[in-house]
């Protein structure tokens, strides 16, 4: 009786810190509220998720944080008031060649506007003795800097843009997160 207990308080405790780390995701620092190399961010609304509601929320093994990142992302999406998910994971195929990939598709319920969510969800150090802010940021292993990331979205991102034009697909928007 008391190592049932024991499970289902270890069950319990693992759930509320999945929750916490929920909340972190919500709460992540924006640091393109500076509009870094003219990418806009997406808004991440403050909508009230009780833990009554987030503990049907459920994590295959243990994800790294970016696919984590893109579960959290997606709870968000089908629990908001603003947004419904159209699509996710859309891989963009030329030839038999992989091209690369929309991560979400919303839609404003309200103004039925579309939007394209690029999740960009990682770990950066901050170096504060360099001058240019976007190359203050580097990854953990010195090789993946921000700067390089941005504008390689940039660059796939209006490739995107044209070849769904080509193709009669519409984006109306593209935001990064």
């Known amino acids: 009786m008391n190592e049932n207990k ?5 069950a319990f405790e693992k759930d509320k810190r999945l929750y ?4 972190g995701f919500l709460n992540t620092y924006d640091i393109f509220n500076k509009n870094i190399i003219d990418i806009q961010s997406f808004e991440i609304l403050q909508e009230d998720i009780s833990y009554e509601k987030f503990k049907n929320f459920k994590l295959d093994n243990h994800p790294p944080l970016g696919k984590r990142v893109e579960y959290f992302f997606e709870f968000y999406i089908n629990n908001s008031k603003k947004y419904i998910l159209l699509d996710k994971n859309i891989q963009i195929i030329n030839n038999k060649i992989t091209l690369g990939e929309f991560d979400f598709i919303i839609q404003d319920i309200l103004t039925k506007e579309i939007f394209h969510i690029e999740l960009v969800y990682k770990y950066y150090l901050y170096k504060q003795n360099e001058e240019n802010e976007v190359l203050r940021y580097v990854g953990v292993n010195n090789h993946d ?8 979205l940039k660059l796939k991102q209006s490739h995107f843009y044209i070849m769904n034009i080509q193709n009669n697909i519409l984006i109306l928007m593209t935001y990064l997160l």
């Not at 916490?20 to 909340?23: A, E, I, M, S």
């Not at 800097?145 to 390689?152: F, W």
């Open 6 to 10: 024991d499970l289902n308080q270890i």
């Open 145 to 152: 800097i921000l700067e390089e990331r941005l504008n390689k």
């Open 20 to 23: 916490y780390q929920y909340l």
